[in-house]
């Protein structure tokens, strides 16, 4: 559905395709046949059609793969976004929530078999979701020169401080935003807050401007659910933080004891 709207909205908006990138992503179920979903070449070949056509363009400027697939060998996965990319169909490839061993393994069959390799990660990445990223993942894309555009940036909500220490929701609907509900995190928003209002900023723009303040990050991937978001979130363009401001949010969140001399 999401390729179908920004699909019609291409075709009428008259921007030109040439001031856009466009990323989609595959590896899901798209039907009951055995080809519909996963990283086998079979599928793989189906499902660009599939979205070059719900997207109405000839050229996906980066295609990524949602998750790994076990079942498919990594070079079978290769050889056929290779074969995409050299007939023009697709002009990047991605990863997303892949493991740094995973990660590694296929930028190695890339190299060996000259094949198009993975230029982007997309990881799940935030100020108080870090461990998962920042303990391997990190190192291989500063290393092998990997874009990274994380998503879930504001922690499902979490960092927009729609939550606080004294008024915390008990929804069923909050899902997986519960887990960051601990003493350390809310003395975080309370200085994401005090921060916030120094700068004339929120704190959603405070937690995108920590994550622009990596230059290993490409560009975090917001989920916007109004225009009055949107526009907030990119506020965060406009917003500097010092060295030691976000020294202090780095240590706020520090996920690993530093040994002590």
């Given at each position: 559905?999401?390729?179908?709207?920004?699909?019609?909205?291409?075709?009428?908006?008259?921007?030109?395709?040439?001031?856009?990138?466009?990323?989609?992503?595959?590896?899901?179920?798209?039907?009951?046949?055995?080809?519909?979903?996963?990283?086998?070449?079979?599928?793989?070949?189906?499902?660009?059609?599939?979205?070059?056509?719900?997207?109405?363009?000839?050229?996906?400027?980066?295609?990524?793969?949602?998750?790994?697939?076990?079942?498919?060998?990594?070079?079978?996965?290769?050889?056929?976004?290779?074969?995409?990319?050299?007939?023009?169909?697709?002009?990047?490839?991605?990863?997303?929530?892949?493991?740094?061993?995973?990660?590694?393994?296929?930028?190695?069959?890339?190299?060996?078999?000259?094949?198009?390799?993975?230029?982007?990660?997309?990881?799940?990445?935030?100020?108080?979701?870090?461990?998962?990223?920042?303990?391997?993942?990190?190192?291989?894309?500063?290393?092998?020169?990997?874009?990274?555009?994380?998503?879930?940036?504001?922690?499902?909500?979490?960092?927009t401080g729609k939550y606080r220490r004294d008024r915390q929701a008990h929804?069923?609907?909050?899902?997986?935003?519960?887990?960051?509900?601990?003493?350390?995190?809310?003395?975080?928003?309370?200085?994401?807050?005090?921060?916030?209002?120094?700068?004339?900023?929120?704190?959603?723009?405070?937690?995108?401007?920590?994550?622009?303040?990596?230059?290993?990050?490409?560009?975090?991937?917001?989920?916007?659910?109004?225009?009055?978001?949107?526009?907030?979130?990119?506020?965060?363009?406009?917003?500097?933080?010092?060295?030691?401001?976000?020294?202090?949010?780095?240590?706020?969140?520090?996920?690993?004891?530093?040994?002590?001399?």
């Amino acid at each position: 559905v999401a390729e179908q709207i920004v699909g019609r909205w291409l075709k009428s908006s008259g921007v030109p395709r040439e001031k856009l990138v466009i990323a989609t992503k595959l590896r899901g179920n798209m039907g009951e046949g055995p080809d519909d979903e996963g990283l086998s070449r079979a599928h793989i070949l189906k499902a660009v059609e599939a979205s070059l056509r719900r997207l109405q363009i000839e050229t996906i400027d980066l295609y990524q793969a949602h998750w790994p697939d076990e079942a498919a060998p990594i070079e079978e996965t290769l050889r056929a976004f290779d074969d995409l990319v050299k007939q023009g169909k697709v002009r990047f490839i991605g990863a997303s929530n892949y493991a740094a061993w995973q990660l590694m393994q296929a930028l190695w069959d890339a190299d060996k078999h000259n094949l198009a390799r993975f230029d982007c990660l997309q990881p799940h990445y935030n100020l108080v979701h870090r461990a998962e990223f920042e303990a391997e993942l990190a190192a291989v894309c500063r290393t092998y020169g990997l874009g990274v555009i994380p998503y879930s940036p504001l922690a499902g909500g979490f960092l927009t401080g729609k939550y606080r220490r004294d008024r915390q929701a008990h929804s069923a609907r909050l899902g997986g935003v519960k887990r960051y509900f601990n003493e350390r995190n809310w003395d975080l928003l309370e200085r994401m807050d005090g921060m916030a209002k120094e700068k004339g900023a929120t704190i959603s723009q405070i937690a995108l401007a920590w994550l622009l303040a990596d230059p290993l990050i490409t560009s975090p991937i917001i989920g916007a659910n109004s225009l009055d978001q949107l526009k907030d979130n990119l506020g965060a363009l406009a917003i500097s933080l010092s060295a030691d401001e976000k020294a202090v949010l780095d240590k706020a969140t520090a996920w690993k004891v530093e040994n002590e001399e």
